[in-house]
């Protein structure tokens, strides 16, 4: 489900000041509420994710530093395309059957939501 609404209440978790907003969101028929939070603070949150993150951030600057030491001269990727709105990701999400904790779901997997309080 494309909604700029929602997309800008991930943007508002993404900023630099960031700002939660509580949310239900129906996914696959399910009620899921909890806070939208940013990615970073998502995949700080287990030291799996963050062990990803760590290998990510390597293989990221590896990839630079083979390009730099190339004289790579291909352009820029577009500094418009934003993907960190690809994912919702809640804290402290429950459904009606129990809590989920830490919770992240594609964008395109979401039906329908409604902001809470």
């Known amino acids: 489900m494309y909604d700029p ?3 800008h209440i991930i943007d508002l978790a ?10 239900t969101l129906i996914v696959g028929g399910v009620l899921v509420t909890g806070h939208v ?3 970073e603070k998502y995949m700080a949150h287990h030291a799996l ?9 390597e293989a990221e600057d590896a990839s630079e530093a083979d390009a730099a030491d190339e004289g790579d001269d291909e352009e820029e990727e577009d500094e418009d395309f934003d993907d960190e709105g690809a994912y ?8 009606p059957a129990g809590k989920l904790g830490f919770f992240r779901v594609a964008l395109g997997d979401v039906a329908g939501f409604s902001l809470r309080g």
């Open 14 to 23: 993404e900023a630099e000041t960031p700002a939660e907003a509580e949310v």
């Open 88 to 95: 919702v990701h809640l804290r402290d999400a429950h459904t």
């Open 37 to 39: 939070i940013s990615e």
């Open 49 to 57: 994710t963050r062990a990803y993150l760590e290998a990510d951030d």
């Open 5 to 7: 609404l929602l997309e």
